[in-house]
C-alpha cells in the first residue's frame, strides 16, 4: 500500500463526508508546484481555488507570518495591533475610502455585509442568477444554485434572483425597498463568467438612485487575480460594500468586508464579532501580500492572462468554444460537457485545475505564474481534449 493509499483510508475514516474522497494527498508546495504524498510533482493551475496568490511558501509571507507569531499571535478584538490596522487602511484606499470588518473567509466577509444591509433599516436583497457567495446562511441565501440552498432553506432574507448581466431585470427588480443588491464583476463557480461591458456601472447608477447599497463580492475577483487589487474599481465603480479573501493571505484564512460611504458608518459596538478576525498574524500575512503586489506582479498578471487566453484560443482546436475572464482567472469553455474527465486526465499527468461546469476549465494559477510554466499545459491540452471527446 502507497502512502498515499494509507492516507486515504484514513481520510475516510475520520472526516466528514463533506468533499467526497480526496482525488490527491499533498504533502508539500513550493512556489507553482506540489507534491503528493508518494513524490509525485504537479503544476499548480488552482492555487486552492484563487487563493494561493503568490504560490506555495513564498518568502515574503512565510517570514511576515512566523515573525509575526513570534512576537504578537492573538489579543483578541478588545485589543489592536499594527499590522490589523495597517491593513485596514491598505484595503480602505483601495476600496476608496472606508472602513473595514476583517473575518477569517470569504464567507464570513459576505456574511458581515448581509449584516449590514439589514442595518439599513431594509430586509429586501437582489442577488444575480449563477451566483456563489458562500455556504454559511447567509450567505447560502444569497447563493443562486439550487443543490446549495434547497437542503438548508428556509434560508434568512427577503432574496429576488435576476438574470446575470440584464440592466434591464435590475432596473425592475430594485426599489426604495431595497437594502442591496449583491454581484460578483466574474462570476467564478458559475464557469468564469465576466459581467458585460457597463453593468457595474449600471448597478452603481441604479442603487445610488434608490437608495440602496451596491453589494460587490470581489472574494475571487479581487487581491490582484484579475490584475487589479479591485476588479470594481477598474470599471470605475465605487460600492457601498466591498468583500474580499482568497488571495489576500495566501493561503492565510483571512477575509475583510470593506463599507464605503454612508455604510460605513452602519456597524456599531456589539452588532457584530469575530473572535480570530483581525489577528496579528493574519494581518501580517495580507500585508506581505499587499507588498508584493505592489512591485509590479499586477501588470504581470494582465499581461500573462492576455497571453494565456490568446495561446489557448490560437491552438484552433473543434472542442473549444473560447476563453474568458480577466487576468489569471480563465475558464477555457468547451464545446462538450467533457470538462471533469479532462481535469482528471490532467491531473494523472501533473497539472492541477478544476472543473466549475461540466463544459468550463477553470485555470487560476498562483500570479507569479510565467508564460514559460503555462506552455507546457497549451501544448498538452489539445491532446487531453481529442481523448476525452474521442
Given amino acids: 500500500m502507497s502512502h498515499e ?18 482525488r490527491r494527498i499533498f ?11 508518494d513524490g509525485n510533482r504537479y503544476v499548480d493551475l488552482l492555487a486552492g481555488i484563487a487563493v494561493n496568490a503568490l504560490g506555495h511558501g513564498h ?31 491598505r484595503l480602505s484606499a483601495a476600496a476608496g475610502g472606508g ?7 470569504g464567507a464570513e466577509a459576505n456574511e458581515a455585509a448581509f449584516k449590514l444591509s439589514r442595518l439599513t433599516g431594509r430586509t429586501r436583497l437582489v442577488a444575480m442568477e449563477g451566483s456563489f457567495h458562500g455556504r454559511t446562511m447567509g450567505a447560502l441565501a444569497v447563493t443562486h444554485t439550487e443543490k446549495y440552498r434547497k437542503p438548508f432553506e428556509p434560508l434568512p432574507g427577503e432574496v429576488t434572483f435576476v438574470p446575470f448581466g440584464d440592466a434591464g431585470a435590475l432596473d425592475a427588480a430594485v426599489d426604495e425597498t431595497v437594502a442591496a443588491v449583491v454581484v460578483e464583476p466574474v ?20 442603487t445610488t438612485r434608490a437608495g440602496t447599497l451596491l453589494w460587490i463580492d470581489e472574494v475571487q475577483t479581487g487581491i490582484g487575480r484579475c490584475g487589479e487589487l479591485l476588479l470594481s474599481r477598474s470599471h470605475g465603480v ?21 463599507a464605503t460611504g454612508r455604510a460605513a458608518d452602519l456597524l456599531t459596538p456589539g452588532g457584530h464579532g469575530s473572535t480570530f478576525g483581525g489577528n496579528p498574524v493574519a494581518a501580517a500575512a495580507g500585508n506581505a501580500v499587499l507588498d508584493v503586489l505592489g512591485g509590479g506582479l499586477l501588470e504581470d498578471v494582465r499581461r500573462i492572462g492576455e497571453w494565456f487566453a490568446s495561446e489557448i484560443t490560437g491552438l484552433g482546436c473543434p472542442e473549444i468554444a473560447g476563453v474568458r475572464g480577466a487576468g489569471l482567472l480563465r475558464g ?9 474527465q479532462v481535469v482528471e486526465l490532467a491531473l494523472s499527468e501533473g497539472w492541477v485545475l478544476n472543473a466549475p461546469r461540466p463544459d468550463v476549465l477553470r485555470v487560476a ?26
Avoid at 512565510?62 to 495597517?86: W, Y
Avoid at 472602513?99 to 477569517?104: G, I, K, S, W, Y
Avoid at 462570476?187 to 441604479?206: D, F, M, N, W
Avoid at 506552455?375 to 481529442?386: I, N, R
Wanted: net charge negative.
Fill in 5 to 22: 493509499t494509507e492516507l486515504g483510508s484514513r481520510y475516510g475514516a475520520v472526516m466528514m463526508n463533506a468533499f467526497g474522497a480526496p
Fill in 27 to 37: 504533502a508539500r508546495g513550493e512556489g507553482i508546484h506540489l507534491w503528493d504524498a
Fill in 59 to 89: 518568502p515574503a509571507v512565510v517570514a511576515a507570518v512566523t515573525g509575526q507569531l513570534k512576537t504578537l499571535g492573538h489579543i483578541s478584538n478588545f485589543f489592536a495591533s499594527e499590522p490589523q490596522i495597517r491593513l485596514a487602511e
Fill in 99 to 105: 472602513r473595514v470588518f476583517l473575518a477569517n473567509s
Fill in 187 to 206: 462570476q467564478g463557480e458559475s464557469g468564469v463568467i465576466p459581467a458585460p461591458e457597463g453593468y457595474l456601472a449600471a448597478a452603481r447608477e441604479l
Fill in 238 to 258: 465605487t460600492a457601498d460594500l466591498v468583500t474580499v479573501a482568497k488571495g489576500l493571505g495566501n493561503g492565510f484564512p483571512i477575509g475583510a468586508c470593506i
Fill in 332 to 340: 477555457i469553455v468547451l464545446t462538450q460537457e467533457v470538462a471533469p
Fill in 365 to 390: 494559477p498562483p500570479l507569479i505564474i510565467t508564460e514559460a510554466d503555462l506552455a507546457p499545459f497549451v501544448t498538452a491540452l489539445p491532446g487531453w481534449l481529442e481523448r476525452c471527446n474521442a
